[in-house]
């Protein structure tokens, strides 16, 4: 099983980018997606998942109303869209996929990980 992340960079305050991730050797469909973030020094925090079909979606506060997943289960692949990026919001940034809906903001519930890829958002 192996997730791709990509997309990340740096970008000013205010400036919007899209992550992507590529799922390969697993049935794509039938997992739950989410993303995670870590920061230098700070532990892994959820920031958003999305179910199988693409119909539920959740969002940590941070970043509610900036933020939006997606998944396009036809090419393996989910997505984050993220605009009105802030300084804060610099971290790398980790998608993950669990079979279950059950306690989809704990990053210990998820069975893959992909390697991560920075996003650095300067003021």
């Known amino acids: 099983v192996q997730l791709q992340a990509s997309g990340g960079g740096l970008v000013q305050a205010g400036g919007s980018l899209r992550l992507s991730c590529v799922a390969s050797g697993l049935i794509f469909g039938i997992y739950v997606m989410g993303w995670f973030r870590q920061a230098p020094g700070k532990e892994r925090e959820f920031v958003s998942f999305i179910s199988r079909s693409g119909s539920t979606s959740h969002y940590a506060d941070s970043v509610k109303g900036r933020f939006t997943i997606s998944r396009d289960n036809a090419k393996n692949t989910v997505y984050l869209q993220m605009n009105g990026l802030r300084p804060e919001d610099t971290a790398v940034y980790y998608c993950?996929?669990?079979?279950?809906?059950?306690?989809?903001?704990?990053?210990?519930?998820?069975?893959?990980w992909g390697q991560g890829t920075l996003v650095t958002v300067s003021s």
């Open positions: 993950a996929a669990d079979l279950t809906l059950v306690g989809v903001t704990d990053p210990g519930r998820y069975d893959y």
